[in-house]
């Protein structure tokens, strides 16, 4: 199959250059910390508001934590593959705090793909994480190789793909492996991301899923940010799953997996470290609450299970 199929995914692959934006900005004025994130977007940032920021930093901070607890428990026997991936930094943030599992799979369009694998092959940071004294990283134009970080261009839509690429990744079904996707299942078609979610609960033994995405949708805000969005030329295709909490949890649920509990980022935030959010809060001054509040009700954590193990990774 091919991706033509679906038309110009422009739109899409251009959503990771404002996210990246959004990070780095928030990285400048000290939401936290992350030394990697220069070396991928090398830009001075636009200003975003306070609201963004703080969106931005308890996303990017939960899904850490997540990250970290699943390593923890697993005690580093474990899998991560991040789908989407776009220009994250996760896994040398990870690495610098210590925390290494088995493998580090990234998977995004190959326009994106290609980008980051010309960032990483310039800069001496992050090549130096993805190496080992007896491991040549093995690149072409697309893909990347390290010892434990690999970077492959898919689109994950198409299934046969996805398959292939994770097994010259050199994949083991049989690991405990967490699967991030930070807004990404929203632009694929329903069709495309259940059979993914099927294919992923019927393959891996264990598996465990963390997907940040909108909720809500539903609401007048909501349908704001939808028409925002669709005059960017990004097609929300997936907005259906991302009409409740409920919603969230069962489009999980119904591609067999043995459970699901989506939070929203409201919820998320009282559960995040408090003197670390005191800090933040500091950073800068908020003019309406208002705005962060229905924000912070548009988006949320689904954390989902094939095995009751990882019902114990929350925040
Ligand atoms: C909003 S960006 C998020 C990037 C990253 N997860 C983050 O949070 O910084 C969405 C990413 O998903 C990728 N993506 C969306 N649909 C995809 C598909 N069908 N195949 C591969 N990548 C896809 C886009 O290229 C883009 O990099």
Redesign the pocket.
């Known amino acids: 199959m091919m991706?033509a199929e679906?038309g110009s995914?422009d739109g899409?692959?251009a959503?990771?250059d404002?996210?990246?934006s959004c990070?780095a900005c928030a990285v400048s004025l000290g939401y936290w910390k992350d030394p990697y994130l220069p070396h991928v977007y090398p830009a001075a940032p636009d200003r975003r508001p306070p609201e963004i920021n703080r969106g931005f930093y308890a996303?990017t901070h939960s899904i850490f934590l997540l990250i970290q607890k699943f390593i923890q428990v697993t005690k580093g026997d474990c899998q991560i593959v991040?789908?989407?991936?776009?220009?994250?930094t996760l896994f040398w943030r990870l690495k610098s705090a210590g925390h290494t599992p088995v493998r580090f799979i990234e998977?995004?369009?190959s326009?994106?793909t290609a980008k980051k694998t010309h960032y990483i092959q310039r800069s001496k940071a992050l090549l130096q994480a993805i190496s080992d004294d007896d491991y040549d990283i093995k690149l072409n134009r697309n893909n990347l190789h390290g010892f434990r970080y690999k970077l492959m261009s898919?689109?994950?839509?198409?299934l046969s793909e996805v398959e292939a690429k994770l097994e010259e990744s050199e994949i083991d079904y049989s690991l405990p492996t967490a699967f991030?996707?930070?807004?990404?299942l929203v632009?694929?078609c329903p069709t495309?991301s259940s059979q993914l979610l099927n294919w992923i609960a019927k393959k891996f033994k264990s598996a465990f899923f963390i997907n940040?995405e909108m909720v809500n949708l539903g609401d007048r805000f909501g349908e704001v940010m939808l028409s925002n969005l669709r005059s960017r030329h990004c097609d929300l295709q997936g907005a259906a799953a991302c009409a409740t909490l409920q919603s969230q949890e069962d489009r999980f649920v119904q591609e067999g997996w043995a459970g699901a509990e989506a939070t929203d980022m409201m919820g998320l935030w009282e559960r995040l470290p408090r003197a670390d959010v005191s800090r933040v809060m500091r950073l800068e001054m908020l003019d309406e609450n208002e705005l962060l509040t229905q924000l912070f009700s548009h988006y949320c954590i689904t954390t989902a299970w094939t095995d009751t193990r990882w019902t114990e990774i929350t925040l």
Do not use: H, P, Q, S
Request: glycine share 6%.
């Open positions: 991706a679906y995914d899409v692959i959503t990771n404002d996210a990246t990070k996303r991040n789908l989407g991936a776009g220009f994250d998977l995004d369009f326009e994106v898919t689109d994950l839509r198409v991030i996707a930070e807004c990404v632009y694929m495309k940040y």
